[in-house]
């Protein structure tokens, strides 16, 4: 396929093999690859990339340069932030005790579930629905985040646990006896990374 084919009338590419139902909106520059579904009244940024596979339900929002790899579904409930990276196969959820026996159907029973700007979800890791995971945060690969993750957070593990944290490219900070970074950028109070 070549570039200048890629986009259509609305400056978005959909591969045909994807379904993009009425109401929903989608920026110019963003790319949806294959066997994806976009669902009504779903608004998605512009420069996004969405790999294979990858479900965006009814009524999420999607910032701006956010990449979703394959076979990731954004349930209702889901709200990520410009440069939100979602790796293959991250799951989230938006019922916190589901049961078939007793469901629990439509938006008032959704949860909410933020991803803030640029934090990034390793591969196969679940959010835990009702969270906010912090900005610039990096959730490791197989993780299973019950708990809210603060800005510039490294969470790995199942539960999830902090265990250090990063600056905005992804690198761990190194800190003093003061707990101030030893690049001078930041200072660490009490699981709280301010910048200074
Ligand atoms: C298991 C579950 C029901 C527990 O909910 P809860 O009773 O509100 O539990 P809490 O959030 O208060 O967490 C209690 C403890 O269990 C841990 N925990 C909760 N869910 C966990 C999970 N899935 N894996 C590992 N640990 C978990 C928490 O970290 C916390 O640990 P702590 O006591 O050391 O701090 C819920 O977290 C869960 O996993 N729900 C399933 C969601 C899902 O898959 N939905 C699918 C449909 S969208």
Redesign the pocket.
Known sequence: MKKGQMQNKNGFFIHDSSYNDKGSKIGKGTKIWHFSHIQGNSIIGENCTLGQNVNVAKNVIIGNNVKIQNNVSV?EGVELEDFVFCGPSM????????RSEFPQRGSKHYMKTLIKKSASIGANA?I??GLTVGKYSLIGSGA?V??NVPNYALVIG???RIVGWVDKMGKRIKFDINNVSLCGNFKLTKNTLSEK
Do not use: H
């Not at 799951?91 to 589901?98: A, E, H, L, M, Q």
């Open positions: 349930y799951v989230f959820t938006n019922i916190k005790v589901p679940t835990i629905c299973v019950t708990k199942n539960p999830g």
